[in-house]
């Protein structure tokens, strides 16, 4: 047997005990985990010696066994057990804000939520992170950018005016502008600042580790009533915005099943055809991050509407196709990939 169906099926024993008023027999037990009972008394055994509450009582014949959550009354919160080992396991998330703030408190909530659970109920968690284990690329180092990132949360929280020196990538040029700092926004491995900027007068988006100085400034301000993060970023297929533009993409049999899985976009509409390819449908915010996202999946996927976009994907892929016929780009003339060849990238 492999043993992460064996851990796997003690956690979802664990789950249901904790869940049932009654209890559950191990012929119920059984039943629901697809398994022989036999497996099920060595599994209770199993989490009766790692330090789990687990007993058995006689109710109208039949022995029940519970899990008594003794945890609620070790501490002054209403958490359960598994809520707590959950909490406990799920450390792995979070190591993408190492070296922050939010990663400091963090870790000291769940050194507070390890002292509550036995050491052999450690010993069992420990196993199964041996099994199940998370990882999130690609993110950045906030550890450099800590300062900036407390600073901002600051200021937003107590609705301070700040100024900024502001580095745009598409640009490669620094700016000093004054924002409200409205919401922090953490976002596919990277953080954000959402704010009015009284330069642009409008809500923009800024990138934190492109924060070069930030003051603090002594204006104070109000966050609109009608604002919603949600519906700023609206028809936005990632970060950007822009106008929504609706887009149809045709996308081969070999990667329709990888398309299908996932929710790529809250507009998204899938058609499946007889042939196994499909139509993706969606209503995006400009069509820049479509098209990095569409390029990811090659010859597989064709756009079909709009024109403009299926435009712009066939001037990447061409020159990326003259990048291969001549020497290596380190080879080339300085003067390869100047402007006028790049189509440059909306700021934010």
Known sequence: MARGDQLGRQWRIIQTLISSRRGKSASELAQELECNPRTVYRDLEALQVAGFPIYTERVDG?????LLDTVKHQMPVPFSLTELMALYFGRDMLKVFKDTAFYESLESLLQKVKTTLPPESIKYL????????????????????KEILNRVTDA??????????YY????????RRKVDPYRVWFFDGTFYLIGLCHMRNEV???????????????????????FNLDDFMGSSFGVYQGPPIPIKVWFHPDVAGYIKEKIWHESQKIHQRDNGSIIF?????????????????????????????????????????RLYEGPIVAEKSPAYGKAEDVRDLPSF
């Open 168 to 175: 745009t990538m598409s640009r490669k040029k620094e700016t």
């Open 62 to 66: 039949k022995n029940l066994w519970s």
């Open 126 to 145: 420990a196993n199964v992170e041996q099994t199940l284990q998370l990882s999130i690329k690609p993110y950045k180092d906030y550890g450099r950018f």
């Open 204 to 226: 923009r988006i800024f990138a934190l580790d492109r924060i070069k100085m930030l003051h603090q400034t002594k204006e104070t301000f109000k966050v609109p009533e009608d």
């Open 281 to 321: 449908e969606a209503e995006v915010a400009g069509t820049d991050e479509i098209r990095f996202w569409i390029m990811t999946w090659g010859s597989k996927a064709e756009v079909l509407e709009p024109e403009s976009l299926r435009e712009e994907v066939r001037f990447e892929a061409e020159r990326m196709a």
């Open 156 to 165: 937003a929280l107590n609705h301070r005016t700040i100024e900024i020196v």
